[in-house]
C-alpha cells in the first residue's frame, strides 16, 4: 500500500537561486527561473523517486499515513505532476485515470495478473507494455525477449507506476503482501525526502509544464520507455532468482562442479557470470635450495687441519729457499701454507686453477701466496708486471710489502731473476708513483719508427678532418674512461716516435710485482703512460670479502677486462708449465661464500682451501663461515653501568685478566720471540718510503702531552702504579672515541705515559707506520688505543691482548678484531666490554653464533666489587667464569671509593681540556 506525503504549504516565493546553486556561466542569476528549467539534473533526480501515486490514492485515509497529510494541499498550478502524480483531490482529468491504475496495482498483487493501462498510451507504450506483461507472465522468459538498450534520456510520467508495480509483483513477491508494504513504506519515505528537496523547483517546473501540454505528452512517451527498460532488468532479475536455487541445488548434490556439469556458457552469458580469466596454476617448485646446489668445490673444500705443520722442503720450496726461511724464523710451512703453496707450485699437475684460502686470522696466508709467486717470477728474466696483488689498506700493503721482500730474498740466487716488488697506495703524488712503476726509454728500430711515424700522420689527418668538433669529442674523451683505457692500451702495444730519428719510445715496467690498494690501481690503468697488465698471469684479492661488497671505484670492472685481453702473443704463459692466463687467488679470515660477489672475478677451475679443526665439543668439522684461531680465549665482560665503562677497563687492564709474553709465547713454531727485522738489509726496489725500522717511543697520541695539571694524589697513586708489562690493544668504535679514552687512561693512570699510543685515520700515514712499528718490534707502546682502522690484517706478533671497549658493527669485523692477537701459534686474549643493551645482539651474533668457529666457548667475565647479599661487606668475584648464578646479577658492580673520586676527577679534567681546545680553535 502506498501513500503520499504532502508536503504542509510553504511561502510561495521559490528560494533565491544564487543562495543554493551557483548559476552557470550561461544562465546568470537574473534570470533564475530559466536556470530552473534548463537544468538537466532536476529531472532525473526526480524520476528516480517518483512515489507509486495510485496506491496512495486507495490507501489514503489509512490510518498509518494520516498524520502526514496536511491540512492545506499545495495549489495544483504550483505541482509539476499534477497531471501526473494524483496525490492531489484538485487534480484534474487525469485523476480518474490515476485511480484506476491504482486499482491495478491493488488487483495484480492479488491475482498476479498484470493489467496495463493501453487506451491512452501511444503505440510504441503498448508494444513495451505488452512485453513486460509477457515476461510477467512466464518468469524464465529468453534472452531473445529482453529489451534492447534503453534509450539516452528519461522522463518521468503514469508510467513509472507500472515500472513499480512490475517490481513489487515479481514472482517471488507475490503473496508476501507485508514485504511489498515496507517496500511501498520505504519508496514514499525516499520520495518525501526527495520532494522536500526538489520542492522549490516543482511549481516551476509545474507551471511551465501546464503551459505546454505537448511536452508533457513527450514526456510520457519517454516515461514509457524508463518503464519498459525497469520491466527488462526485473524480468532479468525475476529469471536469475528462477534459475539460482536450481544450480545450487547442482552444486549441492553433485559436489565440487565436474567441468561438464558447470553451468553452459549461454546461461552464463545470460547472467553476466561469465568466469574471469585466472592466472596459470603455479607449478611446484621442485628445484634444490641453493645450499644443496654449490659447486662442488664450494660444498667440498679441502680441509687441513690447523695444528698441521710441513717443512718447506717437502712441500716443493727447494733447499736453499728454505734455509733462508729459515734463517728468518719461518722453520716449517703453516697448516694454510702446507695446502696452498704445492697447488700454486708447477710441480702441481693436476688441475692448476684459482684457489681460495678461508683461513682463521694470523695463520700465515700472506706467505702462503707469496711465495710461489716470487718462485715463479724468479724463473723469467725480463722485468715486466706480472703479478697484482690489490689489499684493502695502506698498511696492509706494506705489510705484504715486507713478506714479499722476504719471498724474494728467499729466491734470489744464481739463475735467478732478482724479483722486484713495488707498492702503489696513494700516499704519493701519482707522478711519483708512475716514475717508480715505470720507466721511459727510447729504442733504435726504424722499422718501428716509420710505423709510428705513419701512424703519426694519420692521426693528425683525423684531426685536421674533425678539426670542428673537436671540443665536444675532447670533451666527451675526458668524462668516458673507457676512451682513456683505449687510449692508455694504445699507448702500451703500439710504439711512439721517440725524440732521437729513428727511435722508437719504450716503456717498460720498473716491477715484476705491484702490491697496490684498488683506487690506486685503477688510477694507474687509466692515466699512466706504458702501465700495462698484459703481462699479468697473477691476481690476489687479499681481504676479499672486503674489497668485493665494497665499489673502491668500481675497481673489479676497470681490471677484469684488462686480464682478458691477449694482445701480446704467450705473454701470459708460466715459464715452466704449460698452463697460460691468469691464476687468481682470492683469501680472507672471513672469505665471502657469496657467488654473485665471487663471479666478478671469473674465477678458472676453482679450488677452496678451509682451515678448520675439531670444534670446541669434538664435533665432526663443518664449514663454518669464519674460523677463529685456535688459542685464542675469548671474554665478555657485563658492563652495569655505561657512565663507569672506562673504570671497568681500567680495572681489566690493572687486574689479573690480562695475557703475559711469557705465557702467550708456545713451542708452536711461532717466530714472535725470535722477531728480528728481516727487512734492514733488504734493498728497496721502489720509491716507497716505509722505514719499518724506526721504533720511535714516543707517545703519538695527540692529547697524551698534557698531565700537568693532573692532582697530587694522582701523582702519588702513579707513582705507586708499575709500568705495563702486558700489550693491549683497545678499540672503539670512532677516531675521536679514541682519542678521548686514550687521554681519560692517562689522567687516571699518568704512569703509562710513555706506554700509551694512539691511532687513528685522521693521522698521517708515516706517523701511524712508526707507531704500528714501535708496537709491533715490542718498542715501549704497550696500550695502544684505535679505531677500526687497523681491525683488518695488520700483524702484530708481540700483542697479547684485544679489549673491544665498544663493541664492533658485526660478526666479521668482530673475527678480524680479535683476531689481532693469538697469531702465528701464539697464544692471545680478547675481550669485549658489554653494556645490557648490547648483550642480547652479543651472545646472538657472535659469542653464540655457529658461523664463528672456535675451540673454546666465549667466557663471562665479572669485574669491579658487588655487594655480598649476606654482610654487604663486598666480595671480588672477578675473574670467575660463565657462572649461572652471576650471568643476570641484578646489582650493579661498585668500585673501590678512591677509584671513582679518581675517576670523577679526570672527567672534570677532561672536560677542562676539551673546553680549552675549543677556545684556541
Ligand atoms: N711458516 C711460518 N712460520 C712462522 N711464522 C709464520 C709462518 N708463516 C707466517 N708466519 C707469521 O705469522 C704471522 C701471521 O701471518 P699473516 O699476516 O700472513 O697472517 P694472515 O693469515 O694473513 O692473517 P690476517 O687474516 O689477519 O691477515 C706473521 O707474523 C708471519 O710472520
Known sequence: MYNRYIPPSRPRQPPPPAAQDPPPQANPPSQPEQTNVVDPLAPVSYARYIPPRKAKAVVEPSAQTGDHVPTESPSPKKRKHATTAPSHDSSPAPMPKKSKKSDDVVLRGDSDIPESPKKDRKKTKKKKDKRAKEDDADPAVPESALPDAPPASSTVTSGDTASISSHTLTPDDLGDSNREKKSADKDEEDFRQTEKQDKSKKPKKEKKKKKKPSEVEEEEADEDDATSRHAAILAKKAKSLATAPELRSHTDTAGPIEPEAQPKPDD????????????????ADTSKPTYDILPSWLAEPIRVGPDTRTPFRDIGIHARAAKFLESKGFKDAFAVQTAAIPLLLPSCKHRQGDLLVAAATGSGKTLAYALPIVRDISQGMVTRLRALVVLPTRELVSQAHEVFKLCAGAFDGRGEKRVRIGISVGSHQLRQEQASLVEKTERYDPEAYQDALRRDREAWKVVDDDDDDDDDDDAAAAADPEADDAQATTNTTKPLLGNLPDHVVEYNSKVDVLLCTPGRLVDHIRHTPGFTL?????????EADKLLAQSFQGWLDVVMPKL??????SARDFPDSNLTGVRKLVLSATLTRDLSLLGGLQLRRPQLIVLEGADADGRKPQTAEHTLPSLLEEFAVRVHDPNLKPLYLLELLQGDYLLSPAESATSSGSRAEEADDTSSDEESDTSSSASSSSTSSSSSSSSSSSSSSTSSSESATAAAEPPLQKTVLIFTKSNEAALRLSRLLLLLQPAWEGQTATLTSTQKTSHRRRILASFAAGGSTRLLVASDLVARGIDLPTLDNVVNYDLPAGPAAYVHRVGRTARAGRRGRAFSLVEARESGWFWGAVAK???????????????????RAEDDGGERVGGEEDKEKEKDAPEPARFEEDKMAAYERALEELGREAGRVKKRS
Open 534 to 542: 698484459h703481462y699479468v698471469r697473477w691476481l690476489v684479492v687479499d
Open 849 to 867: 653464533w655457529e658461523g664463528i668457529r672456535r675451540s673454546r666457548p666465549v667466557a663471562r667475565l665479572m669485574i669491579g666489587v658487588r655487594p
Open 268 to 283: 552464463l552469458g545470460k547472467h553476466g557470470l561469465e568466469p574471469l580469466p585466472q592466472p596459470k596454476p603455479v607449478e
Open 564 to 569: 682478458r685481453t691477449d694482445n701480446v702473443f
